[in-house]
């Protein structure tokens, strides 16, 4: 058994198989708990993170915030959320993907790695790459956009990265940002190249509603 087999396995044994969604080269997409709560927790008060996101800081305690998080176990079937982990089983971050349009055929996506000791590493790109597999894999969408702020041209390099494509300038509630969006038959296409080995690898971040 390689290496990189032994750390799947590992992360499996940490994250139980029912609850993993989907697995890349460096993390592992799985369903939220209750456990997330003290991580979710830290990083939505993070006022750095939220400006990322496009978001204020988080002014709830942790027990109100724990009170709210227990009652949200029923999600939208519209959205869905989900746990970026480590193949070692660290939780480092989140990726969603919602406002779900099914006659339209297209999904937001977003995306946060709020454990720094993970950022510049790959990890934002592979989490993405893996939520797209998971998404035009199991659903019969055809169209994943996503906005991400203007200034933050590393989130933007990165996107590129995976095959997303620039559409245009956007405002929002005083802030710009840049729509992209990858269509189904472009990450076909995409995803036969890099498996071929033609692709970079890199790192970023997308607003998550």
Request: hydrophobic fraction near 30%; glycine fraction near 8%; include cysteine.
């Amino acid at each position: 058994m390689s290496m990189r087999e032994e750390r799947v396995r590992e992360s499996l044994s940490t994250s139980s198989i029912e609850d993993v969604v989907v697995r890349g080269s460096k993390v592992v997409l799985r369903r939220k708990r209750l456990e997330d709560a003290s991580d979710d927790y830290s990083w939505r008060t993070d006022d750095e993170l939220a400006r990322l996101d496009a978001a204020s800081p988080l002014k709830m305690s942790f027990p109100e915030y724990v009170r709210y998080y227990g009652s949200t176990d029923s999600w939208s079937p519209w959205s869905r959320q989900l746990a970026i982990d480590t193949l070692d089983g660290n939780h480092i971050g989140n990726c969603m993907y919602y406002d779900i349009d099914t006659v339209r055929g297209e999904t937001e996506i977003g995306i946060m790695i709020g454990d720094r000791h993970y950022w510049n590493r790959g990890y934002g790109t592979d989490a993405v790459r893996a939520l797209l597999e998971h998404v035009f894999t199991t659903t019969d969408l055809r169209r994943v956009y996503l906005h991400t702020l203007e200034w933050n041209v590393r989130a933007q390099r990165s996107f590129l990265k995976s095959g997303f494509t620039r559409v245009k300038l956007t405002q929002r509630d005083g802030q710009t940002f840049v729509q992209m969006e990858l269509w189904r038959g472009q990450w076909e296409r995409y995803r036969r190249e890099r498996f071929s080995g033609t692709s970079a690898d890199g790192v970023g971040q997308a607003h998550s509603g």
